[in-house]
């Protein structure tokens, strides 16, 4: 079930990527982000993706598997965000 | 854990660039010259693949079937130039003379301190813009793809050490990490924008009569993190010098939306491409692409 901080991410996605007509509750917290056929994400959308999260969480996200790691789904995101970023 | 996968190598024998180089420095020009004219014709026997793509290539820039003697020049084109490129690697001097348009705008970005994207493409003697830079005391990360048997790209590293560095794009899963990471540190990067093998994003232009898709990712890293992008390309001058053009440079505007940003991108990489079908239409050998050439893009992305 979607918390405050699942659906500030799912906006924040949104927002960042400007996906039309896909509002919060079309994204499925365990949905896959990058490569999933429905959002069409490439790798400088997860790029773009990255940048807006560090700048709005206060992180620094590392190397290519920290992220694929994090960005896997909005869940994944969610529970890396909890543990690294004293903004959530 | 697995093993790495093995690099890709360029066509033809690995001894190819070694022999080269040892050639260009013990024969006399006027037996050296034959010689690779000679061995160009070997090559182009045993390169069936890169043949019909040069023929495929010429026949689009001619609008006619392209003669043997034209492949062939086209060969060799490519063959003169890694001569060339061999020795600037192995240290002999090489000049750039920009051309006056845009030159102004040109020096003062590569002259200022501020990080920037050089965006160039497999043309004439633009292979050797990255390094050259570092003459107007630019470091500069150069992107390009590894292959095991790259003589001139090992020489050429050496001769510049502590002016450029590589980011290889041969792991395209770390690569925009990499990239990243030298953005943030306030690199200039060096890229080259024809081949689509390892872009993210490409996009529809008009090039040599068709619709075609580009590799468009250098404005899209322009965008996030705010660099100007300029394209540069190189042509072979009179002797040891390369005639360089350069574009006006492309600056997002952080006053405008993104999509009018990628408005004013898409505008500016049509003109540079405008500028680059001149080159190509005055001298098509020089564009070393042995590839297929950009496809026409799908009517959806028109």
Known sequence: MSDALTLRLKTLIIATLKLEGVRPEDILDDEPLIGSPRF??????????????????????????ESRKALASVSTLATYLRAQSTRV | MSAPAPLPHNPGPSWGFGFLRWADRRWPRWLFRPLLMAGTWVGLAFMPVQRAHSRAYLAVVFGRPARVLEVWRHFFAFADFLVFSLQAGGGAPVRC???????????????????????TFHFGGSDLLGYLLSDRGRHVTIIRQQVGNSDDTRLLGRRFAGHVSFLWVNDPAHLLYDLKTAIEAGESLALKCDRLEFSAKAEPFQFLGAERLFPFTIYHLALLFDRPVVFCIAVRGAGPALRVYSSPVFQPDPAL??????????????????????????????????????????????
């Open chain 1, 40 to 65: 069409g994400l490439d790798s400088i959308d997860a790029l773009e993706l990255v940048l807006v999260i560090e700048k709005e969480f206060g992180v620094k996200i590392g190397s290519s598997e």
């Open chain 2, 97 to 119: 003379a920009l051309e006056p348009e845009n030159a102004a705008a040109f020096e003062a970005l590569v002259r200022s301190d501020r990080p920037a994207l050089f965006g």
């Open chain 2, 257 to 302: 939306e993104r999509a009018a940003n990628l408005h004013v991108a898409r505008r500016h990489f049509q003109a540079v491409l405008n500028q680059l079908e001149t080159l190509v239409r005055q001298d098509p050998y020089l564009w070393f692409n042995f590839l297929p050439l950009n496809p026409a893009a799908p009517a959806a992305l028109r």
